[in-house]
């Protein structure tokens, strides 16, 4: 098991930036792939970006590519979610996940929430002026 912090959102004006953090403690000694959601009211949890264990490999929903950047250091078990031009549909909660890794040597990227097994307990995001 493995426990999530996310930590940095707030308001922002449109066009602006912010920078989330996703804190791990537990088993950070295994191998982790991490990735971020978002959920907006009235819709389902939604696939923001992700990065493999090593951080050498990125995938990112086309919603939110050239905008945002995933990052991690691993040293200090820390996931960030560097965002870019924000718009009002960026608003939403977000929430950083892990999924364990068996085969170090596969990378992969799924997007669905169910192949992640932790989750942090969200941060509000919300884009307006």
């Known amino acids: 098991q493995v426990q999530l912090v996310e930590s940095g959102g707030g308001l922002v004006q449109p066009g602006g930036s912010l920078r989330l953090s996703c804190v791990a403690s537990g088993r950070t000694f295994s191998n982790y792939a991490m990735a971020w959601f978002r959920q907006a009211p009235g819709k389902e949890r939604e696939f923001v970006g992700s990065?493999?264990?090593?951080?050498?490999?990125?995938y990112y929903a086309e919603a939110v590519k050239g905008r945002f950047t995933i990052s991690r250091v691993n040293p200090e078990n820390t996931v960030f979610l560097q965002m870019n031009s924000l718009k009002s549909e960026d608003t939403a909660v977000y929430y950083c996940?892990?999924?364990?890794?068996?085969?170090?040597?596969?990378?992969?990227?799924?997007?669905?929430?169910?192949?992640?097994?932790?989750w942090g307990q969200g941060t509000q995001v919300t884009v307006s002026s």
């Open positions: 996940a892990a999924r364990e890794v068996i085969d170090a040597t596969i990378v992969r990227h799924p997007t669905r929430p169910r192949d992640f097994g932790s």
């Open positions: 990065i493999n264990w090593s951080g050498s490999s990125t």
